[in-house]
């Protein structure tokens, strides 16, 4: 059998990897500065992470959510202290689009609407609402253009004023920093007000922190530097290190009823160990401030380079900005200096989105990398 080919491929066959360096086949080192789409936030193969996985595997992997599972409760503890989200309840489930799927769903089966608020250039998932609130027609099967999403500028205050007027609007999704879209931010001022206006007329604001979420952009949540608290918060990516697993923060007004959401793979036993793992090292190794501090040295090696033209994003979750698309560029680093870096729906914007324990010598390696291929 052939596999159904959807991806282009880089001609790179990685057999193993640690901390930020993967070996090909040929035994070809490379530095990953892209974590395979923003997964890899502890660095792979954390010897941790390896430990707690493989001990929980040796003990069991799995059973239904039909039996208890003290790790769920283990995880919901600790996601929820160190996220400061405490007044949340957590619902897991296995990839970013599921964990917006089941948000979006809880939005209507709370205000019993249907319409969506969405931004331009989102990105939230490939899944039936999740696409439909993602702003990419071209993946948008004609199945999935039946949901009601309406796209919004970020800080079109006065559309969002004229959206909502109609009271059929169940949720207003967002990326406080968006992810394949390119980086863009919308203003605090303007989250604060979607935020009262959702919270005014009974619609849930779901913040997507599939990407920017688990410490990636310097705080816990990329929504905790404006100040806003959503209703909703969408988690997966960086969660897991690399195993498949997603999930929804609920806050603590909205509630609960049996067979209201569900999964059968969703808080299996090894996603929550992983899960854990990835805490725990997020906790002993302060990761999240080290994203915080890279990120400000990262801004600052950028800004002597004369090509580029922006520096975006926050903490780790960064973006460089060129007057001229990034693809040559990128596979000038693979090819030739060995360098894993990300594109985005912007082509002039190469992404950078590392694992958070990489050290500031990392940085210079990549900007020595750079500036020769520039
Ligand atoms: C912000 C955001 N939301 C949702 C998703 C979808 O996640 P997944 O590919 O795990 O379904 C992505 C993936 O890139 C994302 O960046």
Redesign the pocket.
Known sequence: MELFDVYPLYDVTPVKARGIVVTDDQGQEYLDYYGG??VISIGHSHPHYVKRLSEQLARIGFYSNSVHNPLQHELAEKLGRLSGCEDYRLFLCN??????ENALKLASFHTGKARVIAFSNS?????SA?VAATDNEKINAPINRQQKVSFLAFNDLQGFQREIAAGDVCAVIL?CI???GGLDEPKTSFLLEVEALCREHGIVLIA?E???GFGRSGKFFAFQHHGIRPDII?I??GMGNGFPV?GILIHGHIQPSHGLLGTTFGGNHLACAATLAVLEVMESEQLIANADHLGAYFRKKAAAIPQVERVKGRGLMLGLEFGFEVSDLRKRLIYRQHIFTGSAKDKHVLRILPALNIGQEDLDVFFEALKTEL
């Open positions: 789409h923003a990839s970013g689009a599921e964990a917006n990105f939230h998932g490939r899944t999740a990326e968006q992810g394949v997507d599939v990407q920017s969408s997966a990516k997603g």
